[in-house]
């Protein structure tokens, strides 16, 4: 069985970390012959080079990372694959393929919105107004692509509207997004969360949106929800059916 080596960002909140175990759980519990194994990027343990190497020595030939991001931004750009290719480097015979990140995707909005639901916001109430909420990234395209979720779920929702807004590094943020909303005629908040987990950022959002409206509603996280395991799934079996079996020989 080729092990699964999923590799979230890492956060020092404990909480993070707790989800993604959570996470993987619902993962073990899809496919529980999977060989399935957390590793970070950086700030929890263990690290993803700590985890291949573990691999290594334990015989396997091949692994299967699954980053745990939701967009293509620089973790998963630059941090994953340098983190793989030091492991190669050590482990020529080790053959990794890394797919591709978790978002975005049908089943992550498919997600997201139930958590909004969960928070007791329901679709076609013209009084409330949706911010959706994500990290934000030096890289541009990531950020267009949360800007364009939110677009398709203004277009669709029956709300009075729904804006992206930023933690850090991209505009708009909270206060921005809330004020559009109100200009659309929204009396009431909504934060849907585009993080995977708890953690610093997620808590900023969470802060300014109170700020801006003390009832706000606020979804959770993704976290350990059946259709995000089923993605992480879905990306661990497609990269698999695309080895070249010739190169283990």
């Known amino acids: 069985m080729t092990p ?24 073990r519990a899809l496919n529980p012959a999977l060989d399935v ?3 970070f990027l950086d700030l929890s343990a263990p690290r993803l080079g700590d985890v291949l190497r573990a691999v290594h020595g334990e015989g396997h030939h091949r692994a ?24 190669r480097r050590l482990f020529p015979r080790l053959a990794v393929t890394t797919t591709d990140v978790l978002g975005p995707d049908p089943w992550l909005e498919s997600a997201a919105l139930r958590r909004l639901t969960e928070a007791g916001v329901r679709p076609g109430d ?6 959706l909420a994500g990290a934000g990234s030096s890289h541009a395209p990531a950020n267009a692509a949360v800007t364009a979720m939110a677009d398709r779920w203004s277009a669709r929702s029956g709300w009075a509207g729904v804006e992206p807004a930023f933690a850090s590094a991209a505009s708009p943020d909270v206060s921005t997004a809330v004020a559009r909303l109100r200009a659309r005629g929204a009396t009431r908040v909504a934060v849907a969360s585009w993080f995977l987990a708890p953690g610093l950022l997620p808590d900023r959002i969470t802060a300014q949106a109170l700020a801006q409206d003390p009832d ?7 976290g350990a929800d059946p259709e995000v395991a089923e993605l992480v799934l879905h990306r661990y079996s497609t990269a698999l059916a695309g080895l070249d079996v010739r190169q283990y020989a």
């Open 4 to 27: 699964l080596v999923a590799v979230a960002h890492g956060s020092r909140d404990p909480r993070s970390a707790a989800t993604v175990a959570e996470l993987l759980d619902v993962v």
């Open 126 to 131: 013209r009084s409330t107004g949706v911010v």
């Open 64 to 87: 299967v990372v699954v980053p745990l991001l939701l967009g293509k931004a620089f973790h998963a750009r630059v941090d994953v694959p340098g983190a793989v290719a030091e492991v």
């Open 216 to 222: 706000a509603r606020i979804a959770a996280p993704l």
């Open 37 to 39: 194994r957390a590793a």
